[in-house]
């Protein structure tokens, strides 16, 4: 089973941008369709958006939709998500997840079989 490694959050203010990093191994990643999730304190975890397993379909969260873009790279195994335009609301814990179901604009978190450990987003307003 693939192992996820998530990287790139941080500190920063209302409108930045900020690009997160999902470095995988340990399987055929190509084989997986990656999503990336999200939990804020007292919250559940929320669907942020997800990548089909050759890259060429992405499916977003309203909340994100045309403020975040998820690419990936099968060559270097790694999954981004690009986020623009940031939000005090969009503070949280971001994790991404590998699946091989067909993901969709409701994806749940019990459709993913592997998950990263989480890297932390803080949104200064």
């Known amino acids: 089973q693939v192992q996820l490694v998530e990287s790139g959050g941080d500190l920063v203010q209302a409108g930045d941008s900020l690009r997160l990093t999902c470095a995988a191994s340990?399987?055929?990643?190509?084989?997986?369709?990656l999503g990336w999730f999200r939990q804020a304190p007292d919250n559940e975890r929320e669907f942020v958006g997800a990548?089909?397993?050759?890259?060429?379909?992405?499916y977003y969260a309203d909340s994100v939709k045309g403020r975040f873009t998820i690419s990936r790279d099968n060559v270097e195994n790694t999954v981004y998500l690009q986020m623009n335009s940031l939000k005090s609301e969009d503070t949280a814990v971001y994790y991404c997840?590998?699946?091989?179901?067909?993901?969709?604009?409701?994806?749940?978190?019990?459709?993913?079989?592997?998950w990263g450990q989480g890297t932390q987003v803080t949104v200064s307003s």
């Open positions: 997840a590998a699946g091989v179901t067909q993901p969709s604009t409701r994806a749940r978190a019990d459709e993913f079989l592997s």
């Open positions: 340990g399987g055929t990643f190509s084989r997986y369709a």
């Open positions: 990548i089909s397993r050759y890259g060429d379909t992405t």
